[in-house]
């Protein structure tokens, strides 16, 4: 892999300076689409368990693959909830692979049996992500619920077995599983997978557990390291960008996507500025409304006010702000800190002392999820601030991805830009 | 890598471009891979690949100089190794 992987170019400008300004339509983008959900995973960051009775129809995803084809979004992420068990569910991937949008869906493999997965080994316009967050039964099992690590593991044999290579095995790194990282890799490697790992964040039902679930400090810098010495062979939906300011860069744009480059559509139409950031604040409109999708993504208040250049905040005078910027947007809104400040999990430690500061300065709650589906047998945890109502869950991580891809020599060039490693991986944290 | 800008090439048909007011995005749905076209001339060149029987003459028709000729020369290099363009097999455009 390489470090410090150059985006610039001469001319007309630095990459990271146009989509900062954003694009015409997103590169991809994240479509959550049902609340619904086998599993009660205890960091679920769209609080995902119950179907909403208002979840868009069939005919009303169809309008909106429509819409995408128009604006030439490339792909969607698909997730929930579990995308699987909507019944129009594999109606709709070949509805959008028809109409040339791109699918990559997230699962817990409930549905993937052998039948499921010859017909994904066939198309060259689906891939997928089999979630799992531990590398044994054990660890997995305590965070995604009892017999969801041997349904991962059937879904990933049963792709194997069909000659699917390359699909996704996707794990939210965690502080009981980031000592099992070699052992991920190991799993992906016997199933022919690549290994995809993303950032926890304290989003919907993850808010409740970040505080035990978070990686420490020093498992930060292992994990780091990790991810410099493994380079290109495994993904992260460049959602690691916080730990660039270690030193070299990771691979990625290194820059928020949210409302920029990508965002969410979530099951009842809502368009959110990215998929960690289920929340009124981060609402910018529905696609049920006249102009649709295109509407809410050009004409959005919250996403003008968005595509604004960082301006760094309290960040600015830091050596590093320019190879972290500053963190993840959602990770310091859920955790209550100010958006134009470090990160929770800054890796100079300013984060910590942010955190304190908050804390210390009474009447200002942290912000809970606007949105909740969990199931009403998961037992009830008291968040923070233990004021608001829960969040809104979505069991598949499916994230928001800005990753670089390697340095190539036409980065010297003004012509062609970076390539980046996988289009789930393409750019603003998708 | 050396790109031969005397042969015939053309854009993988698995690939998709949309154009940016800066350049061109462009997604290949085989490797799903991203590139970018950082300006509307490399986009013009790319776009006219398959119309001419050589690369050097969809750059030189697109208005590149032979003094750029080295940095186009790179860049179409660049989308040749992620496979965005690939070289033309039958020479159906005169040559």
Redesign the interface.
């Known amino acids: 892999m390489t470090l410090a992987p150059e985006v610039s170019s001469p001319a007309p400008g630095k990459l990271t300076d146009l989509f900062q300004l954003g694009l015409d339509a997103p590169i991809c983008l994240t479509w959550e689409l049902t609340y619904a959900c086998n599993l009660s995973c205890v960091h679920c960051l769209s609080s995902s368990g119950r179907r909403d009775p208002r979840e868009l129809s069939t005919r009303e995803c169809m309008d909106v693959i429509d819409t995408l084809e128009r604006m030439q979004v490339f792909y969607v992420n698909i997730g929930g909830g579990e995308p699987t068990v909507r019944p129009d569910f594999w109606e709709l991937v070949d509805y959008a692979t028809a109409h040339h949008v791109g699918v990559k869906f997230s699962t817990n493999g409930v549905r993937l049996d052998a039948a499921a997965a010859a017909r994904l080994a066939a198309s060259d316009y689906v891939d997928v992500q089999i979630s799992l967050d531990g590398a044994t039964r054990e660890v997995n099992d305590a965070v995604r619920g009892p017999g969801s690590f041997d349904t991962a593991v059937r879904a990933m044999r049963n792709l194997a077995d069909t000659g699917f290579r390359g699909f996704k095995l996707s794990v939210v790194m965690t502080r009981q599983n980031i000592p099992q990282i070699d052992e991920f890799k190991a799993i992906a490697d016997r199933f022919g997978a690549q290994l995809r790992l993303t950032r926890l964040r304290p989003s919907g039902r993850g808010a409740d557990v970040w505080d035990e679930l978070h990686p420490l400090p020093e498992q930060q810098r292992e994990l780091y390291d990790w991810l410099v010495a493994h380079g290109e062979e495994v993904l992260t939906g460049d959602s690691f960008f916080h730990l660039s300011a270690f030193g070299g860069a990771l691979p990625g744009l290194n820059l928020c996507g949210a409302g920029r480059v990508v965002c969410l559509i979530d099951p009842v139409g809502d368009v959110y500025a990215c998929p960690f950031a289920i929340h009124e604040n981060f609402l910018a409109g529905n696609v049920r409304a006249a102009g649709g999708f295109a509407g809410v993504w050009k004409t959005s208040a919250l996403f003008a006010d968005l595509r604004k250049p960082d301006t760094g905040g309290a960040c600015k005078s830091c050596g590093f702000y320019d190879s972290c910027r500053g963190g993840c947007m959602a990770a310091k809104f859920f955790t209550g800190l100010p958006l134009d400040g470090p990160d929770p999990e800054c890796v100079q430690g300013y984060g910590e002392t942010a955190l304190a500061a908050a804390t210390a300065s009474p009447g200002l709650p942290v912000p809970r999820p606007s949105v909740d589906h969990s199931h009403r047998t998961v037992p009830s945890r008291s968040g923070p601030s233990g004021s608001a109502p829960r969040p809104a869950a979505g069991p598949v991580p499916v994230s928001i991805t800005r990753r670089r891809p390697p340095a190539h020599d036409c980065d010297e060039s003004p012509l062609a830009g970076f390539t980046t490693q996988a289009a789930g991986d393409a750019a603003g944290c998708c | ?1 050396t790109f031969d800008l005397d042969r015939a090439w053309r854009v993988d048909p ?1 690939v ?1 471009m ?1 154009p ?3 350049g061109a ?1 462009l ?4 490797t ?8 509307q ?2 986009l013009a060149v790319v776009r006219s690949l398959a119309d001419h029987p050589s690369a050097r003459s969809a750059c030189l028709a697109s208005g590149v100089t032979e003094a750029e000729l080295p ?2 020369a ?6 040749a ?2 496979k ?1 363009i690939t070289e033309r097999m039958s020479h159906d455009s005169g040559a």
Do not use: I, Q
Not at chain 2, 27 to 30: K, M, N, R, S, V
């Open positions: 890598m698995r998709s949309r940016e007011p800066f995005l997604y290949h749905f085989g799903r891979r991203l590139s970018f076209l950082k300006n001339t490399v940095a186009y790179r860049a179409l290099a660049a989308l190794s992620s965005m």
